[in-house]
């Protein structure tokens, strides 16, 4: 709280790097188990990405689903798939249907919509998410091929 207060008082709060601060106070709580603390950093995070860069960007999308994940988490089921709907609809056009972020989310999705026994889209869904990440492994597998030689370079 007290880095969000400097950076707040400092910049504003219409600023991308205090949307920063509020996203990673959201990040702390959830990994607090405090989960509703966590939707409400996230809702005013999302409030300023909205304002400076619009619902059709990237970081909006990932403040989404952060959101969307601190309210499944606090068992609001009903609401984080409203969410999810929305930010992976987004996600397919803003990132592309093979995005390896948009598998994230639609296996969140999935677990969403477990929770809530609306199991019979479930498989189509997880074979989407596979579907992204099959696209993504060659990249994936070149990445970690690069960092593990570079473990071996005698600095």
């Known amino acids: 709280d007290e880095a969000a207060q400097i950076i707040r008082d400092?910049?504003?709060?219409?600023?991308l790097i205090y949307s920063r601060a509020l996203r990673n106070q959201?990040?702390?709580?959830?990994?607090?188990g405090e989960h509703?603390?966590?939707?409400?950093?996230?809702?005013?995070?999302?409030?300023?990405?909205?304002?400076?860069?619009?619902?059709?960007h990237p970081t909006?999308?990932?403040?989404q689903f952060g959101q969307a994940n601190a309210l499944?988490?606090?068992?609001?089921?009903?609401?984080a798939k409203?969410?999810?709907?929305e930010n992976i609809q987004n996600a397919e056009t803003v990132l592309g249907p093979n995005h390896i972020d948009l598998s994230a989310m639609l296996r969140e999705y999935a677990a969403c919509l477990n929770a809530l026994n609306e199991t019979a889209p479930v498989p189509q869904?997880?074979?989407?998410?596979?579907?992204?990440?099959n696209a993504y492994?060659?990249?994936?597998?070149?990445?970690?091929?690069?960092?593990?030689?570079?473990?071996?370079?005698?600095?």
């Open 82 to 85: 409203r969410i999810y709907e």
């Open 137 to 155: 492994a060659p990249a994936i597998s070149f990445a970690r091929e690069s960092y593990i030689s570079l473990q071996n370079v005698p600095w």
């Open 36 to 56: 509703e603390a966590a939707g409400r950093h996230y809702e005013r995070t999302l409030n300023i990405d909205r304002s400076i860069v619009g619902e059709a």
């Open 125 to 133: 869904i997880i074979d989407r998410a596979q579907t992204s990440e």
């Open 72 to 79: 499944a988490a606090a068992g609001n089921h009903a609401e």
């Open 10 to 15: 400092n910049i504003g709060e219409d600023h």
């Open 60 to 63: 909006y999308l990932i403040h």
């Open 26 to 32: 959201g990040r702390v709580a959830a990994a607090l």
